[in-house]
């Protein structure tokens, strides 16, 4: 029976050959992975290694080389409507006329319709997904008038209204207030106990062995892949950052107390 499962379950994010190159350099070269289900799966490495592009390149933002992305065992077009996205803070136009309740709706636009009414029961559900993160009280507020936390806050709640299946969140945690890294630790949390899966590209390699069950290190092409436990190893994190780590010591640690705890 659990033969059979295993060979009928479907990966939510599967990439295969994978390249992605800007005026003929490749950023990321040759990436391929299958990503396990309900888990909390955390991308990392250097800067410029290409986590920010393997995203883009997997939601059709930016065009592919070569490679070919299933997200459960379809096209990402074909799935769209189970895709949340959590933008980086830097790429968003903060300026834009719009508050906080207006940006999580938009979450909702493939539900309700572009050009449109907004529905009283879609403004409901928008308040709902702000309370989750704590901020229903700024439904009002125009974003530019927020802080960076409340900002991130923001567009997590924007990707929760959807109610997605597998989420993918770029660098959530940059910058952000320790009340709302805890925040937004809760609610990762929440959603693996839901079943659902999330990819976070994380910076802060301390706090990986707490955050996540499985870890990808990317350095242009993937250097592993697989359960925290196993993979996230000193002898990889070397491989992935070319002997420059210098928090490899912390990591150490970081990994021993998570071993004594469970």
Not at 109 to 121: A, F, M, Q, S
Request: proline share 4%; charged share 25%; with cysteine.
């Amino acid at each position: 029976m659990n033969q059979t499962e295993n060979v009928n379950q479907v990966s939510p994010l599967s990439v295969d050959d994978l390249t992605v190159a800007y005026h003929r350099k490749p950023v990321i070269w040759d990436v391929a992975f299958d990503l396990p289900e309900g888990q909390l799966i955390g991308v990392v490495g250097p800067n410029g290694a290409g986590k920010s592009t393997l995203l883009k390149a997997i939601m059709d933002l930016i065009p592919r080389a070569s490679g070919r992305v299933r997200v459960f065992g379809d096209t990402y077009r074909n799935n769209r409507h189970r895709v949340g996205y959590v933008p980086q803070r830097e790429s968003v136009d903060w300026q834009f006329p719009v508050n906080a309740l207006d940006v999580v709706t938009m979450g909702l636009y493939d539900e309700i319709g572009w050009c449109l009414p907004v529905r009283r029961k879609h403004r409901q559900r928008a308040m709902e997904a702000l309370d989750r993160v704590g901020i229903a009280d700024l439904a009002q507020r125009q974003i530019s008038q927020l802080s960076g936390g409340q900002q991130q806050r923001t567009f997590l709640a924007r990707a929760l209204v959807q109610d997605a299946d597998l989420y993918l969140m770029d660098e959530p945690f940059a910058a952000v207030d320790a009340a709302t890294e805890l925040a937004i630790v809760d609610i990762l949390r929440e959603l693996k106990k839901r079943k659902k899966t999330a990819v976070v590209i994380h910076h802060d390699l301390q706090t990986v062995p707490d955050y996540f069950d499985h870890v990808v290190l990317l350095n242009m092409r993937i250097v592993a892949c697989g359960p925290v436990e196993t993979t996230f190893t000193a002898e990889n994190l070397n491989k992935t950052y070319g002997g420059r780590l210098t928090l490899l010591d912390e990591v150490n640690e970081a990994m021993r107390r998570r071993e004594t705890s469970l």
